[in-house]
Nanobody, 122 residues
Framework: QVQLVASGGGLVQPGGSLRLSCAAS????????TGWFRQAPGKEREGVAC????????YYTDSAKGRFTISRDNAKNTLHLQMNNLKPEDTAVYYC???????????????RGQGTQVTVSS
């Protein structure tokens, strides 16, 4: 059974950092492009970052560029998202999923597990 379970969220002050993790089971992460998306209350789902399988090429949406870093630990079959200089508008539930690039656009698939809440507030 394919599962992607995110963890590592929490409450942090503006300017702070968090490192999210996503444990994958039922498949091998480096066989696919995987990434993170987020959803805030009342807002549409928003892609954050994507990392390809073998070559580990990365893509970030504008909101994440320069502040977030996506990485993968193949030995542990775990995806990470290091988030620095967090802002209140980063507040959302963060999920990991398959991602990809089709017809000039990046996409993120549906979550296959629980997300993790990130709250940025003073």
């Amino acid at each position: 059974q394919v599962q992607l379970v995110a963890s590592g969220g929490g409450l942090v002050q503006p300017g702070g950092s968090l490192r999210l993790s996503c444990a994958a089971s039922g498949f091998t992460l480096d066989d696919y492009a995987t990434g993170w998306f987020r959803q805030a209350p009342g807002k549409e789902r928003e892609g954050v970052a994507c990392i390809t399988g073998r070559h580990e090429s990365t893509y970030y949406t504008d909101s994440a560029k320069g502040r977030f870093t996506i990485s993968r630990d193949n030995a542990k079959n775990t995806l990470h998202l290091q988030m620095n200089n967090l802002k209140p508008e980063d507040t959302a539930v963060y999920y990991c999923s398959i991602c990809g690039y089709v017809d000039g656009n990046y996409y993120w698939g549906d979550s296959r597990g629980q997300g993790t809440q990130v709250t940025v507030s003073s």
